[in-house]
């Protein structure tokens, strides 16, 4: 079962890790960050050497994006972000793991000091003649 790891921040200015960035997690003692990093990093491994981690990208500032709506019988572009937005997409990682209870403990690690973790099971396509 796939699932993607979407990660939601605003680090100011914008950057990777976002932990770098954010001020909750910059309120956190070095000594406990590095830990943190440290542990990640190993968790990551540890996923990738399983085959449960696929894959995952870190984003570039939202403001260099560049929005597409479809209106009036044609698409229109406009520059990012959503302004209304108070957290942005920052990253994902693509899991492959065998039950959904599995990605939903996976989940909860990436969650870090400042951002917000949505876990979302990839789309299963209907491959019936029907579908």
């Known amino acids: 079962m796939k699932y993607v790891v979407l990660i939601h921040s605003n680090p100011q200015p914008w950057g990777h890790p976002t932990g770098d960035f954010v001020a909750e997690s910059l309120a956190r003692p070095q000594e406990e ?3 943190g990093k440290a542990w990640f990093e190993q968790m990551l491994g540890e996923l990738s050497a399983n085959g449960e981690l696929l894959g995952g990208e870190a984003l570039a500032d939202p403001a260099s994006a560049r ?24 990253g994902f990682f693509l899991l492959d793991v065998a039950t959904r209870e599995r990605a939903e ?3 909860a690690n990436f969650a870090g000091p400042g951002d917000t973790v949505e876990l979302r099971p990839a789309y299963v396509w209907d491959e019936s003649p029907e579908g």
């Open 67 to 90: 929005l597409y709506r479809w209106e009036a019988g044609t698409t229109v572009a406009t520059d990012g972000p959503y302004a209304e937005s108070k957290e942005h997409l920052a």
């Open 33 to 35: 960050r590095d830990r």
């Open 105 to 107: 403990e996976l989940a």
